[in-house]
């Protein structure tokens, strides 16, 4: 008997030295848009590493657990520059890495999901929210840790609706992706019981307003822009472009708190979330770099993490193995929001909490209390399966 626990140990001693010898390689590629988008406030601008900083830290921390199981996790990072082809850039990555993580827009991403279909890349789409993507264009091969417009209006719509403020004065900007999130703003208020008492548009006319005379110009438009509404009991903005949502708050006519695109704000991820051993990765994140975590590092960090689990869970870096875990019915990852994350199997959406924020502090996390499901609390957010238009090819 001694002699056979022997040999076992000894069996295993080999393995485990052959394991740190000769590690299993998982790529993990990361595809994104060169530059960044100015925003409202300097003290929000975006930095050049959002997102894939998110991937990085998920990276280290495959890696700590990969260890033990003879894998190695490796990042490569691409970004597409104006007028070059998505398409071409994610090919390029595909050649090493089995798994994409995207920031891409809608259009952008599902060229590149058709034309990596037949090689078997897995992609994750980190950045996009478009509930197109989850619908009508839903793809088998993208898995979607960003949250939809629909996720992030019914958060918010649940806690309005749990504060008694159902009156809504609903304002929307001229832009595209401003009516989507209205349309989803509009759903919302249908679902859970609000009115939307009167909609106004307010209509990018280009100009700066950082000028010497930016603060009185705002301070005499804003409250002329919002007055003589009917009675509400919170102002909603659908402000996706930055034009002028962050200047709602305390400039409107009538004193009354200002919800979505500005004010209180449904995000995926924020700065100020310290619930649930979140602080820990939130310092650790600091600490790599200098900077406070965003909802995109941690729509990455997430996807990263998910290959992380399923790999370990499959002992597997095979992406075939991989995929088909994370669409199963056993799989789930933790992620610092109070619950273990699952996938919804009919459009690869990613199940999450979303967080109420105000720019300080986490103000609430929906779903809400005494907003049931027969299958999860997660899924009166955004659309569910009876609603769902996904056939996944």
Excluded at 21 to 31: F, N, S, T
Excluded at 157 to 174: A, F, I, P
Excluded at 302 to 312: F, N
Aim: charge should be neutral; proline fraction near 4%; glycine fraction near 8%.
């Amino acid at each position: 008997m001694i002699r056979w626990l022997v040999g076992l140990i000894g069996l295993g001693l080999a393995a485990t030295s052959a394991s740190a010898a000769d590690p299993v390689m998982i790529g993990v590629g990361y595809l994104g848009i060169a530059g960044t988008r100015s925003t409202l406030s300097l003290v929000e601008q975006p930095t050049e590493n959002d997102g894939v900083a998110g991937a990085r830290l998920a990276i280290e921390d495959n890696n700590t657990t990969g260890k033990l199981l003879g894998q190695r996790f490796a990042l490569e990072e691409r970004r597409i520059r104006e007028g070059e082809d998505p398409v071409q850039a994610a090919t390029a990555l595909a050649e090493k890495n089995g798994f994409i993580i995207a920031d891409l827009p809608a259009d952008a991403l599902l060229k590149v999901s058709d034309a990596l279909r037949d090689r078997g890349t897995l992609l994750f789409n980190a950045g996009a929210i478009d509930e197109r993507l989850r619908e009508a264009d839903c793809r088998a091969n993208v898995i979607h840790t960003a949250p939809t417009r629909a996720m992030l209006a019914d958060a918010l719509g649940q806690y309005l609706v749990w504060k008694q403020w159902k009156r809504w004065l609903l304002v929307v900007g001229s832009h595209d992706e401003d009516k989507l999130f209205a349309d989803a703003l509009r759903r919302t208020a249908t679902r859970f019981g609000a009115k939307i008492v009167q909609e106004r548009t307010f209509e990018d006319a280009g100009g700066a307003r950082r000028t010497d005379s930016g603060v009185t110009l705002i301070q005499r438009q804003m409250p002329v822009f919002t007055q003589q509404a009917p009675a509400y009991d919170v102002l909603v903005a659908a402000d996706e472009s930055e034009v002028f949502g962050a200047y709602l708050p305390y400039r409107t006519w009538d004193p009354r708190p200002v919800a979505g695109s500005a004010g209180l704000v449904p995000r995926s991820w924020d700065a100020a979330q310290d619930q649930w051993g979140a602080i820990q990765m939130q310092n650790r994140f600091i600490k790599l770099n200098s900077r406070r975590m965003t909802a995109l590092d941690m729509q990455a960090w997430t996807a990263v993490r998910m290959i992380g689990e399923a790999t370990s869970r499959t002992n597997s870096g095979d992406v075939k193995k991989v995929a088909d875990f994370i669409k199963g019915p056993d799989f789930s990852v933790a992620a610092f929001k109070g619950t273990r994350l699952t996938l919804r199997d009919w459009n690869l959406q990613l199940r999450q909490p979303i967080l109420l924020v105000d720019g300080r502090m986490v103000v609430s996390v929906s779903p809400q209390e005494g907003f049931l499901h027969q299958v999860s609390e997660l899924d009166t957010l955004g659309y569910d399966r009876p609603e769902s238009k996904c056939k996944l090819k």
